[in-house]
């Protein structure tokens, strides 16, 4: 029984997700800010122990079980490599691009998702979703389209770390009994592993303030997963997960505020064109898993 004027799950639901999203927005805007002064790998190492530190009372909670019966441990491994991929990708595009314009490329992965989905997860694929996929691959050569201030190797960056991004999304579905504190665990070891390895090769000792601020980096990025997984706990996941998309007013709120950046008008025709597509992937995938729900409860028992 809910009391007179509280919020449904549902509802809440999408709270939390905005919140959520806010809070993405934030951790990259810190990032971009904290890597102009220090190296990627210094980033994601100091990112990633405060991370580790608010995962661990979870960990402990669940205990040792998931982490020694791991299902698929190759595919695990391939997901850790995908996931720092990304992140290091990430944040070495946003130190020379504008968190608009990597936002936007990072908007693209549900389509890259779409398009890999029938060869590596075997799933089907109607027409409508091949006109959006193809839609969507439209949006992001506009929003590629060069001038004469792009950076190519950071464009470059942005590319391979949004495919990054959509391959560590596939193999997640794969790895459906895989609890989600085991997957966000794996994931900050990697990406803990990748900074012990380079921060030694571009350290800066940092101030008292900016260490404060490479652990709330960590830590704004431990609760944005958290929202997200308890978003899709209390509201259906085809309802939350469009809201992914309010990341990219964030980001050019903060881009503009924080640094002084504003998105070329090709990247904001082709952020639009790939919300489109996005959404219209997202609508007929509902669709498809609605009928094949219909489909089996009808069937005989």
Same mark, same amino acid.
């Given at each position: !029984?809910?009391?007179?004027?509280?919020?449904? #799950?549902?509802?809440?639901?999408?709270?939390?997700?905005?919140?959520?999203?806010?809070?993405?927005?934030?951790?990259?805007? !810190?990032?971009?800010?904290?890597?102009?002064?220090?190296?990627?790998?210094?980033?994601?190492?100091?990112?990633?122990?405060?991370?580790?530190?608010? +995962?661990?009372?979870?960990?402990?909670?669940?205990?040792?079980?998931?982490?020694?019966?791991? %299902?698929? #441990? $190759?595919?695990?491994?391939?997901?850790?490599?995908?996931?720092?991929? %990304?992140?290091?990708?990430?944040?070495?595009?946003?130190?020379?691009?504008?968190?608009? @314009?990597?936002?936007?490329?990072?908007?693209?992965?549900?389509?890259?998702?779409?398009?890999?989905?029938?060869?590596?997860?075997?799933?089907?694929?109607?027409?409508?979703?091949?006109?959006?996929?193809?839609?969507?691959?439209?949006?992001?050569?506009?929003?590629?389209?060069?001038?004469? %201030?792009?950076?190519?190797?950071?464009?470059?960056?942005?590319?391979?770390?949004?495919?990054?991004?959509?391959?560590?999304?596939?193999?997640? $579905?794969? +790895?459906?009994?895989?609890?989600?504190?085991?997957?966000?665990?794996?994931? +900050?070891?990697?990406?803990?592993?990748?900074?012990?390895?380079?921060?030694?090769? @571009?350290?800066?000792?940092?101030?008292?303030? @900016?260490?404060?601020?490479?652990?709330?980096?960590?830590?704004?990025? !431990?609760?944005?997963? *958290?929202?997200?997984? $308890?978003?899709?706990?209390?509201?259906?996941?085809?309802?939350?997960? #469009?809201?992914?998309?309010?990341?990219?007013?964030?980001? *050019?709120?903060?881009?503009?505020?924080?640094?002084? @950046?504003?998105?070329?008008?090709?990247?904001?025709?082709?952020?639009? *064109?790939?919300?489109?597509?996005?959404?219209? *992937?997202?609508?007929? %995938?509902?669709?498809?898993?609605?009928?094949?729900?219909?489909?089996?409860?009808?069937?005989?028992?």
């Amino acid at each position: !029984m809910r009391l007179p004027g509280a919020l449904s #799950p549902a509802r809440l639901g999408l709270l939390v997700m905005l919140a959520a999203m806010f809070l993405f927005s934030l951790n990259d805007a !810190m990032g971009k800010w904290l890597v102009s002064s220090y190296g990627v790998g210094q980033v994601l190492l100091l990112r990633s122990l405060a991370a580790l530190v608010i +995962l661990a009372p979870f960990v402990c909670k669940a205990g040792l079980g998931p982490l020694l019966a791991v %299902e698929r #441990p $190759r595919l695990q491994a391939m997901r850790v490599v995908f996931s720092t991929a %990304e992140v290091f990708c990430f944040y070495w595009a946003v130190y020379y691009l504008p968190l608009a @314009d990597v936002m936007t490329y990072w908007m693209a992965a549900p389509i890259y998702v779409a398009a890999m989905s029938p060869l590596l997860l075997k799933e089907k694929v109607g027409l409508v979703r091949w006109a959006a996929i193809g839609l969507g691959f439209l949006g992001v050569l506009v929003a590629l389209t060069p001038s004469g %201030e792009i950076n190519f190797v950071a464009l470059a960056a942005a590319l391979v770390g949004t495919l990054a991004f959509a391959l560590m999304v596939v193999s997640g $579905r794969t +790895l459906r009994q895989t609890p989600d504190t085991t997957l966000v665990l794996f994931q +900050l070891v990697g990406a803990l592993l990748a900074g012990l390895l380079l921060s030694p090769f @571009d350290w800066t000792t940092p101030s008292a303030p @900016d260490f404060l601020l490479l652990g709330a980096l960590g830590a704004v990025a !431990m609760l944005a997963h *958290i929202g997200v997984n $308890r978003a899709v706990k209390l509201a259906d996941a085809a309802t939350v997960a #469009p809201l992914q998309y309010t990341q990219l007013p964030w980001a *050019i709120l903060m881009g503009f505020v924080f640094f002084g @950046d504003l998105p070329r008008p090709l990247t904001l025709a082709g952020a639009a *064109i790939i919300l489109v597509s996005s959404l219209v *992937i997202y609508a007929s %995938e509902n669709r498809a898993r609605a009928a094949a729900a219909a489909l089996a409860q009808a069937a005989p028992g």
